[in-house]
């Protein structure tokens, strides 16, 4: 792990329990770099989706640390956990991303409002910018359950990007989605981040979606098994699936 | 069983609906067995008067308990689209989906009843023995486990099951097919209802304030003004009832306003139109109650300040009468708004049930613990608010009314509305405590939605 510019999410050492038996992470060390976008990727029970909750202060590990842009995040209380994930983390679910009784504008607008604050002028202009290039222009005031499922995402997928978060940590977000809209959904991921510079940390099972990233981390077992760059999804496929075959 | 514990609440609504009527009548039973044992005479006449009194009491807040239920009851349905859209898709009839829902009503109502009349009967039968314990009563007969103990239970087991019925009307639209839908949340409630529902509300509201009105102005006249009156409130409130989801959202809605610069207070005003007929059908059962305590508050009010001073020469009642009359008027009109209370409880409470997914998401994108406990407290409180202003315009308008009707002809000055400093600490101080109390529960279970069930994926 060699990277020239400081990581924007560095696991050391981190190991995570379930009820005392179950190993959801064993001794994990991991270090994700700015701008970069990885898959996470294994089998069910793999420790890949609690790989995600730890490392976006969404759950606590039982050791080791975790830093989220430089700042160690173990021992933060839930307020300040909540002011991180608010403000250096977007997300992007598998479904039900959207707070249903709010419109799109709304939605995208959310990190703010509950922040307390509202957008800047130049925020704002991010904003309708995002919407526009999302190709939401005409929804703003349509809600949720008045879009398809691939417009929600956009729509998710522009709420995590609003605030400019320096990480977007994306759980399955095409595993509700038929094939076009996966294309187009992994598509605007990829464009719009490295056009400005997030990072983004996919969790998947899906070889073809985790092809469009730059790195691959294999999971199982709560341990890393494999991580490389530039593979196709072919060569995805086959390493999870040998690591499936094995388990 | 686990139907059971699903409706506890319900259980409850009935218990209580059941208590009060038996309790209403054990008192007239007993007074009656005093007023032999005392020699008086009349005895029949005074006991029909207050069974009387007692099954119109009994009406109004079993009035309120059947909303409450059905409200609960098609909340508890609204939860359960899927499961039951899958019963259809493997061929199950809605006919017999809902049959099996009244079903269940029946049981509920049957457990209440049985829970409050025997709590009823305890309460009596202490009370008849402590009262003739300390010499307050007379050696004598006091029936208090009687046959006439059969009414009110029978009146809640009946309208339970037809609250069931009406509530479980939803079960009739779930299509199959919304077992298979990946959207999450259920399609929107039909706000327009039915046109012939608003038209008959519109209608009831406009002539029942047209009779009402004609009450008042013949008042001076005529000593029978005061039925036309009460046919005019009768009337116009059965009408704003029956167009609550008409009346109530935009009300709603301009209490959710204020102060939604916080978020946390604008999810709560949008929440509580998320599902306006539901809201406005828990917020009408405490407009009931708000609207009997300030009616009758009025009416001893305008009594006590407006009329007894302008009829001086004629000696008004006895200081401690009133007050005696005044507690018992409070504790019989009240007693709708505390069943009301446990529908908003139950509005909450199914509301944090159904929208763990929804507050794990709140939380996973920056919305605190507090921000969430926050939002359920402002939820109870837009609705306690909504009801206070509503339930307190029409009962000054009710209790004005009334008391110009009765007495108008006896002073000639205009007759202002009043209203005690004690009515309007209570309704103030018990709408708050309802709010506070009715959201101590789903704020603890708010606390516990962890960020990571926005992720779960069933």
Request: net charge positive; glycine share 10%.
């Amino acid at each position: 792990m060699t990277h020239s510019t400081s990581p924007v999410i560095r696991l050391e050492h981190v190991t995570k329990r379930y009820g005392g038996t179950v190993t959801a992470l064993d001794d994990v060390s991991l270090d994700l770099a700015a701008g970069e976008f990885t898959a996470i990727m294994g089998p069910s029970g793999s420790g890949k989706s609690t790989l995600m909750h730890v490392a976006a202060g969404l759950d606590s590990a039982d050791q080791g640390s975790v830093f989220v842009d430089r700042q160690e995040i173990t021992r933060l209380g839930d307020k300040e956990l909540t002011q991180l994930r608010r403000r250096r983390i977007g997300f992007v679910f598998q479904s039900f991303n959207l707070v249903p009784t709010l419109d799109v504008a709304e939605n995208v607008r959310l990190p703010f409002v509950l922040d307390g604050r509202r957008p800047t002028r130049e925020e704002q202009q991010r904003i309708d910018g995002l919407i526009r290039r999302l190709g939401l222009a005409d929804r703003v005031r349509h809600r949720p359950s008045e879009l398809s499922g691939g417009q929600q995402q956009r729509v998710a997928i522009a709420r995590a990007l609003a605030t400019r978060p320096p990480v977007i940590f994306a759980d399955e977000p095409t595993g509700a989605l038929d094939t076009r809209a996966t294309r187009e959904v992994l598509g605007i991921l990829r464009d719009v981040t490295r056009e400005e510079g997030h990072s983004v940390v996919m969790v998947t099972h899906d070889a073809a979606a985790a092809a469009v990233a730059d790195r691959v981390v294999v999971l199982s077992d709560g341990r890393i098994r494999d991580d490389r760059r530039g593979l196709t999804a072919d060569q995805i496929s086959s390493a999870v699936l040998a690591l499936e075959a094995s388990a | 069983m686990n139907t059971l514990r699903e409706f506890s609440s319900t259980v409850l609504v009935a218990a209580l609906g059941s208590a009060f009527g038996a309790v209403m009548l054990i008192c007239s039973s007993v007074f009656a067995g005093w007023a032999t044992a005392s020699g008086l005479g009349q005895v029949a006449e005074v006991q029909g008067l207050l069974d009387f009194i007692s099954y119109v009491f009994l009406g109004l807040a079993l009035y309120v308990a059947a909303i409450v239920t059905a409200n609960t009851c098609s909340t508890v349905i609204a939860g359960r689209t899927r499961v039951l859209a899958l019963q259809r898709l493997l061929g199950a009839p809605a006919g017999r989906l809902r049959r099996a829902i009244t079903g269940t009503g029946l049981l509920v109502g049957a457990v209440g009843a049985l829970i409050g009349t025997a709590v009823a009967a305890g309460i009596g039968l202490t009370g008849v023995a402590v009262l003739q314990d300390r010499g307050t009563l007379p050696e004598g007969e006091y029936a208090v486990l009687a046959p006439y103990l059969l009414v009110p239970a029978i009146a809640v087991v009946l309208t339970t099951t037809a609250a069931f019925f009406v509530g479980s009307r939803r079960v009739l639209t779930v299509r199959p097919l919304e077992a298979l839908s990946s959207t999450v949340e259920a399609r929107p409630e039909d706000l327009r209802g039915s046109r012939l529902r608003s038209v008959t509300a519109v209608l009831l509201v406009v002539v029942g304030a047209a009779v009402l009105l004609l009450g008042v102005v013949t008042s001076a006249g005529s000593t029978g003004a005061v039925l036309v009156t009460m046919a005019g409130g009768f009337l116009s409130f059965t009408g704003v009832t029956v167009g609550a989801a008409l009346f109530v959202p935009p009300v709603l809605a301009l209490v959710g306003r204020i102060g939604a610069g916080n978020p946390a207070v604008l999810l709560s005003g949008r929440n509580a139109l998320r599902a306006p007929g539901r809201s406005s059908r828990a917020t009408m059962g405490l407009v009931i109650g708000v609207t009997l305590l300030v009616t009758f508050g009025v009416l001893l009010a305008m009594y006590q300040q407006r009329i007894v001073p302008a009829l001086a020469e004629e000696a008004g009642v006895p200081e401690e009468t009133f007050a005696a009359i005044t507690a018992i008027v409070t504790f019989l009109s009240g007693f709708s708004a505390v069943i009301a209370a446990v529908g908003v409880v139950n509005a909450l409470a199914l509301g944090v049930l159904q929208r763990r997914r929804e507050i794990g998401l709140l939380r996973a994108v920056g919305f605190t613990g507090a921000q969430a406990r926050t939002m359920i407290v402002v939820e109870a409180v837009q609705m306690v608010v909504t009801a206070l202003v509503l339930g307190t315009a029409l009962g000054v308008l009710y209790g004005w009314a009334g008391t110009v009707s009765l007495f108008g002809g006896l002073v000639d000055a205009p007759l202002t509305p009043a209203l005690s400093a004690g009515t309007v600490l209570l309704v103030v101080v018990g709408g708050l405590l309802i709010a506070v109390l009715a959201s101590l529960g789903p704020v603890r279970r708010v606390t516990r939605v962890a960020p990571t069930e926005a992720l779960a994926v069933a």
